[in-house]
């Protein structure tokens, strides 16, 4: 799909008269462990079949008296017509829903957008002189402007970057000392914006099923500790389900069962050290109360929000030694309050080579920030961080790297389509890192946002609970 020459702010699909249904078993009764297969046909007000894909689409799966939920996949044919399949993985009678999550013309909106400004959004450098006046110049991928440019390329560790100067004179490179973002929505007409809120995450239809059978379906024997990472990259939805719930992964089983000393037995004396955006900031704080440490800023959860200083975590009890640190990756990277200045946001290329325990646990993250811009500047940042790890497991061989996914959310004002990037994304990591892909863990976090139906861009503690004890049975 050619989303750059669509038509774009102008709807194809009218729901309404769009088609869903199952296919191989008109019955609508499976048995625990089948595959359940639907077809969807999208329409227009005529009631004609759309001709060209490129619509996104998501199909899920829940029963809410059995907490139970998990997430399926929808197979694009290019004809207005989609696949969506999806596992019966309990006993019970669950509604199957699809949905539309961004229409083709969405995306070409946002591709369009890229195309033309470079960014979706702007990041403004604040410059401070020696006579302590501040002005604010433009931050992007791009030169954007001919006037005052300061390359920042090598500050941020060979990933393009670069800032004009304040237009009042008196600046230099050098008196760039901290980012804001720009909050100003990007400049969509008032009928795209209109079509961008009225068109995203609509239910095209539910569907409810029968399975019988077993309670649940098998689960894995091997140990998630043991296996080769290789096989956290080689496996599509559903990668795990909910089930009382608990989530449950279907890759593997957790060698020891969550609890507080038990975990504590298996960290040890061992480092965690996580770099990326507030969504990773968070997972500081769920791995702060689930492990009972103290943090290093005296700040409540709320008011770590948009704090993008690094932040420590340690064991209250020294003999146990933990600690887990907290940094923001490089630029492009969206801070909306000054509280950090520009040599907090660094990559894993920094992060990696100031790490010195022999064991430590390494979680990188690139999503939500680098989505705002072309998935040229997602390719060199990805490269940049596997050069690095390579590096890194060269001097420590004992370390254990994951690689967190992106998740799935549906608050999003801001015009960016994340299951296209999602889609981008994931195609592009699983490339590059396709040669080393037995050293790293890919952590999925796709299919437990989905068949959660998660809304938010910063997932709830009860949503980023069972994502921190995942992470934590691949090394306990």
Same mark, same amino acid.
């Given at each position: 799909?050619?989303?750059?020459?669509?038509?774009?702010?102008?709807?194809?699909?009218?729901?309404?008269?769009?088609?869903?249904?199952?296919?191989?078993?008109?019955?609508?009764?499976?048995?625990?462990?089948?595959?359940?297969?639907?077809?969807?046909?999208?329409?227009?007000?005529?009631?004609?079949?759309?001709?060209?894909?490129?619509?996104?689409?998501?199909?899920?799966?829940?029963?809410?008296?059995?907490?139970?939920?998990?997430?399926?996949?929808?197979?694009?044919?290019?004809?207005?017509?989609?696949?969506?399949?999806?596992?019966?993985?309990?006993?019970?009678?669950?509604?199957?829903?699809?949905? %539309?999550?961004?229409?083709?013309? /969405?995306?070409?909106?946002?591709?369009?957008?890229?195309?033309?400004?470079?960014?979706?959004?702007?990041?403004?450098?604040?410059?401070?002189?020696?006579?302590?006046?501040?002005?604010?110049?433009?931050?992007?991928?791009?030169?954007?402007?001919?006037?005052?440019?300061?390359?920042?390329? &090598?500050?941020?560790?060979?990933?393009?970057?670069?800032?004009?100067?304040?237009?009042?004179?008196?600046?230099?490179?050098?008196?760039?000392?901290?980012?804001?973002?720009? %909050?100003? !929505?990007?400049?969509?007409?008032?009928?795209?914006?209109?079509?961008?809120?009225?068109?995203?995450?609509?239910?095209?239809?539910?569907?409810?099923?029968?399975?019988?059978?077993?309670?649940?379906?098998?689960?894995?024997?091997?140990?998630?500790?043991?296996?080769?990472?290789?096989?956290?990259?080689?496996?599509?939805?559903?990668?795990?389900?909910?089930?009382?719930?608990?989530?449950?992964?279907?890759?593997?089983?957790?060698?020891?069962?969550?609890?507080?000393?038990?975990?504590?037995?298996?960290? $040890?004396?061992?480092?965690?050290?996580? !770099?990326?955006?507030?969504?990773?900031?968070?997972?500081?704080?769920?791995?702060?109360?689930?492990?009972?440490?103290?943090?290093?800023?005296?700040?409540?959860?709320?008011?770590?929000?948009?704090?993008?200083?690094?932040?420590?975590?340690?064991?209250?009890?020294?003999?146990?030694?933990?600690?887990?640190?907290?940094?923001?990756?490089?630029?492009?990277?969206?801070?909306?309050?000054?509280?950090?200045?520009?040599?907090?946001?660094?990559?894993?290329?920094?992060?990696?080579?100031?790490?010195?325990?022999?064991?430590?646990?390494?979680?990188?993250?690139?999503?939500?920030?680098?989505?705002?811009?072309?998935?040229?500047?997602?390719?060199?940042?990805?490269?940049?961080?596997?050069?690095?790890?390579?590096?890194?497991?060269?001097?420590?061989?004992?370390?254990?790297?994951?690689?967190?996914?992106?998740?799935?959310?549906?608050?999003?004002?801001?015009?960016?389509?994340?299951?296209?990037? $999602?889609?981008?994304?994931?195609?592009?990591?699983?490339?590059?890192?396709?040669?080393?892909?037995?050293?790293? !863990?890919?952590?999925?976090?796709?299919?437990?946002?989905?068949? /959660?139906?998660?809304?938010?861009?910063?997932? &709830?503690?009860?949503? $980023?609970?069972?994502?921190?004890?995942?992470?934590? &049975?691949?090394?306990?």
């Amino acid at each position: 799909m050619k989303y750059k020459s669509l038509d774009f702010g102008k709807s194809l699909v009218y729901l309404p008269k769009s088609t869903v249904e199952i296919i191989y078993n008109k019955s609508a009764t499976f048995t625990t462990g089948d595959i359940i297969t639907l077809r969807i046909i999208l329409h227009n007000k005529n009631g004609d079949v759309l001709t060209d894909g490129g619509d996104f689409i998501n199909i899920w799966m829940s029963e809410k008296g059995k907490g139970a939920s998990s997430a399926g996949y929808v197979v694009d044919h290019g004809n207005g017509t989609y696949i969506g399949v999806i596992k019966a993985l309990w006993r019970g009678s669950p509604n199957i829903k699809i949905a %539309m999550s961004f229409q083709k013309e /969405s995306i070409g909106l946002f591709v369009n957008y890229l195309y033309k400004y470079g960014m979706l959004r702007t990041l403004k450098g604040v410059f401070k002189n020696a006579r302590g006046e501040t002005g604010k110049g433009i931050c992007g991928i791009h030169t954007l402007t001919k006037h005052g440019i300061c390359d920042f390329t &090598s500050m941020n560790y060979g990933m393009r970057w670069f800032c004009s100067l304040p237009d009042k004179p008196g600046f230099t490179c050098s008196d760039w000392y901290a980012p804001i973002g720009d %909050m100003t !929505v990007p400049t969509f007409t008032k009928s795209q914006k209109q079509f961008l809120s009225s068109t995203r995450y609509k239910i095209i239809k539910e569907i409810k099923v029968d399975v019988l059978g077993d309670k649940t379906i098998g689960h894995p024997e091997h140990s998630c500790s043991l296996i080769n990472p290789s096989v956290t990259w080689n496996i599509s939805s559903p990668v795990g389900y909910f089930y009382n719930k608990t989530w449950h992964n279907l890759l593997c089983q957790k060698k020891v069962e969550p609890s507080f000393n038990r975990y504590l037995a298996c960290l $040890r004396n061992r480092e965690i050290y996580m !770099v990326g955006d507030s969504t990773v900031r968070e997972w500081l704080l769920s791995i702060v109360d689930i492990l009972n440490l103290a943090l290093s800023v005296k700040r409540t959860s709320d008011a770590l929000k948009g704090y993008h200083q690094p932040i420590k975590a340690f064991s209250k009890n020294k003999r146990d030694n933990i600690t887990v640190t907290w940094a923001a990756h490089e630029f492009p990277f969206f801070t909306y309050s000054r509280n950090a200045t520009i040599h907090h946001f660094k990559p894993a290329s920094y992060h990696l080579n100031v790490i010195r325990s022999k064991n430590p646990i390494v979680v990188l993250h690139l999503y939500i920030h680098i989505g705002y811009a072309p998935l040229s500047v997602y390719e060199e940042h990805v490269m940049n961080a596997k050069d690095a790890i390579n590096k890194f497991l060269d001097r420590v061989p004992g370390a254990k790297i994951f690689i967190k996914g992106p998740h799935y959310f549906e608050h999003n004002n801001e015009g960016v389509p994340y299951d296209f990037v $999602r889609f981008l994304q994931d195609k592009m990591i699983f490339k590059i890192f396709d040669n080393i892909k037995h050293k790293v !863990v890919y952590l999925n976090e796709w299919d437990i946002t989905v068949s /959660s139906e998660n809304k938010d861009m910063h997932p &709830s503690y009860d949503l $980023r609970k069972p994502m921190i004890h995942e992470l934590l &049975s691949y090394i306990c």
